[in-house]
């Protein structure tokens, strides 16, 4: 069960740390529906069962295919559901910024739809737009909130200059960007949503090849805790941040539990030190 911490995003909506990320509840490349959408939903519905009252899609993933699926499966009761908009997808695969705020605003309405809800608990910008001027998309974003369709708004993949800027119009509840054991480009970022309250939602949060550069540490840890070491990387985060809500992704029943049980993982001082001084390096 998921025994991780809550977390209050945005001061007021409270979620356990540890979440879901819904990404791969899709066909392959992130394209298309599932083999089997029964199953997807199952699994989704099982979250739940476990504790997981925070999930994480996006109008990209399938697209729509995501978000048709969580609005089937579940209730908008079952669990706090944000998702993003921001990206465009073909047949290729390729995912290609779209910052307009015409599009964000249209967007909104066909996540609502999907997910069976009035109001989106979280909606976050996927990714910055080279095409678009910032400002522009974030003030679309605020308009939603104040209109009502959005309770919370976050942004994905920014920097602490664009996470500043973003918050000169609107109360930023929570930043998504690629952030792991091995990976911490976005240090300077998460640091800046401690200090604020914002909650961190890092993606690619396990990233086992990002893990294969940090030598024995996280093996070493994994055997001393008799747990696995994505179980290992998962714990170090929650260890690692008090705003810090992992969202990993998966489409088996086995490895959702193996994760949802990270939250049980208790590193000792000497462990985290450890695995911090391997990722740092």
């Not at 083999?35 to 996006?58: M, Y």
Request: net charge negative; glycine share 8%.
């Amino acid at each position: 069960m998921n025994a991780s911490e809550t977390f209050d995003i945005g001061g007021s909506t409270t979620v356990h740390r540890m979440g879901y990320g819904a990404m791969r509840v899709t066909g392959e490349g992130v394209i298309g529906p599932p083999e089997d959408e029964a199953a997807a939903k199952d699994l989704l519905r099982h979250a739940v069962d476990l504790g997981v009252d925070f999930i994480d899609t996006a109008d990209s993933y399938g697209p729509g295919v995501s978000e048709r699926l969580i609005g089937e499966a579940l209730d908008p009761e079952d669990a706090v559901v944000a998702t993003k908009a921001g990206l465009l997808r073909d047949t290729d695969t390729e995912w290609k910024p779209h910052g307009h705020p015409d599009y964000i605003r249209n967007q909104v309405l066909v996540s609502r739809d999907r997910l069976g809800v009035d109001t989106i608990d979280l909606y976050q910008f996927h990714r910055p737009d080279p095409d678009t001027d910032f400002e522009a998309s974030v003030q679309a974003f605020a308009e939603l909130k104040d209109q009502g369709l959005v309770e919370h708004v976050g942004l994905s993949n920014v920097s602490v200059a664009q996470l500043e800027t973003a918050r000169d119009h609107v109360e930023v509840a929570t930043v998504q960007n690629h952030y792991n054991i091995g990976e911490r480009g976005s240090e300077d970022v998460l640091e800046a949503c401690g200090e604020y309250g914002i909650g961190f939602m890092p993606w690619f949060p396990i990233a086992a090849g990002e893990m294969d550069a940090l030598g024995e540490a996280v093996d070493d840890v994994a055997d001393a805790q008799d747990a696995t070491r994505a179980q290992v990387a998962l714990a170090w985060l929650l260890e690692h941040s008090d705003v810090m809500l992992p969202i990993p992704g998966t489409a088996s029943i086995d490895h959702l539990e193996e994760n949802v049980a990270a939250s049980e993982v208790e590193l000792t001082e000497a462990e985290y030190a450890r695995l911090t001084e391997a990722g740092a390096a």
